[in-house]
């Protein structure tokens, strides 16, 4: 999908890469319905940087054409919408813990979800397609190996009690960036709509086209200012892995909100370490550029 990032094991030939909402940043039901056929099985919203998507829409969608809703809530963790947490929006909820993530236990993630039988299934899934509990482990399935150590456990565990800790220092960043940068014409930062709760897990600023600069431009002169960026995820149909495909070709054309958004996106420094100070002096460098 272009709300790009797909943390699921999708064979690719069959999947469909939709376009975004320009205010989330999140699949839109539009470029969802862009998408259906008859083979749909299942909707991959992606919860980017912390935003949500619009859910109520998502799930009349999923409910009319009886499609499985996946939540990629690996950026999310902490965010809400309508006083649900990420993770529980969809059939299953899929977190990342990666090194980059707010709560990370260097690699490995977490699966949310509340039915037994598909609990049951992904323990077996995996662990290599092998019956807990068979003494004489037989694989009974071609599965997969996706298991955290004790060691990395434990650590979760223990920044699970901080979650909420990592949250409220995400969304003071945030909020320093947005006092300096929010009333700034022709910027456009991470949205959070009404009942939503944004975890913001890097704060992300959309330059006008006016401004004349694309990503790497304006990642280039951001770093002449001292300041390291990160350029908006580019949309799947975009990347080298799926260029031959006729999908990709399809969507490159028809995505122009995830074409738009992703060009002129960077992502701010968010790191928990960063003090009022700090954010002042990034946003005095991007205020700096821009005036030319
Ligand atoms: C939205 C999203 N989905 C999936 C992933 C993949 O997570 P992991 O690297 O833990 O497999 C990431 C990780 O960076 C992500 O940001």
Known sequence: MDSFFCSCLLRWRYSCFADIDLETWCISTKGVEECLTSKTKAIIPVELYGSMPDWGAIHDVARANNLFVVEDAAEALGSQCKGKGAG????????????????????????????????????????????AGNVFPVNVEFAFKYKMSAMQAAMGLALIERGQELVDGKR??????????????????????????????????????????????????????????????SPLSSIPAYADTEEARVASKRNINAYAVSGAGINLPSGLQLTRDDISKVCDALKRILKG
Not at 92 to 107: A, I
Not at 118 to 125: A, D, G, N, S, V
Not at 193 to 219: E, Q
């Open 172 to 233: 003071e960043i945030f909020n320093w960036y947005a006092e300096e940068l929010g009333d700034i014409d022709g910027l456009k930062l991470n949205a959070e709509p009404v009942g939503v709760v944004n975890s913001y897990w890097m704060t992300t600023v959309i330059v006008d086209p006016k401004y004349g600069m694309d990503k790497f431009i304006l990642m280039e002169k951001m770093k002449q200012e001292g300041v390291d960026t990160r350029p908006f995820f």
């Open 88 to 131: 529980s929006l969809g059939a299953t909820g899929c977190f990342s813990f990666h090194g980059s993530k707010s709560l990370t236990t260097n690699e490995g993630g977490m699966i949310v979800i509340d039915d037994d039988d598909l609990f049951k299934r992904i323990l077996f899934l995996l662990d290599h397609g092998r019956i």
